[in-house]
């Protein structure tokens, strides 16, 4: 069944289809470089691929958060992001959750070939974006060090 639109409501949709198919109309006032961007394919989803990192042996812990990670046989890191209840209510949650993905997207490339989750602790509900990603920051500086070199690294 076929929907017909009155001619100004036709040239109406066929304008807003024509912006956003621009390339320069992102909200940032310019395109999305080709680094810093968050496809499904950087995203740990499967309850398999947590659990895979639940048991691993690297972890570091840093203020508010805490990275547990393993490499990878991929050509890229993936992020998981894990936030309880404890930390606050919902919408707490979500902020954290949004922080530490924004922070990921825009680090993602310096990182070497892991599967990464970041644990948000309590602390975490109580800090900004740079404190967070401060915290979040140095703990990526030590992802891929060896243990004999994080004694120095410190």
């Keep these: ?4 639109l009155s001619s100004a409501e036709g040239q109406k949709a066929e304008k807003i289809c024509q912006f956003a198919l621009q390339q320069n109309n992102c909200p ?11 496809p499904p394919a950087v995203r740990l989803r499967k309850r398999s691929e947590f659990l895979s990192l639940a048991g691993s042996v690297q972890k570091i812990a840093s203020r508010g958060i805490l990275v547990v990670w393993h490499e990878n046989n ?5 992020l998981g992001v ?10 707490t949650r979500n902020r954290v959750k949004r922080y530490i ?3 990921f997207r825009t ?3 310096l990182l070497p070939a892991v599967d990464l989750n970041v ?3 309590s602390e975490a509900a109580a800090m900004d974006f740079h404190n967070l990603q401060q915290q979040l920051l140095k703990a990526f500086r030590h992802i891929g060090v060896t243990p004999c070199s994080k004694v120095s690294h410190f």
């Design 74 to 78: 991929l050509a890229h890191a993936r």
């Design 28 to 38: 940032t006032g310019g395109s999305v470089p080709a680094g810093n961007i968050y």
């Design 107 to 109: 680090n993602r490339l």
């Design 101 to 103: 993905r924004e922070i």
């Design 119 to 121: 644990i948000a602790r």
């Design 82 to 91: 894990t936030v309880s209840k404890k930390v606050g209510c919902s919408v």
């Design 1 to 4: 069944m076929a929907v017909s």
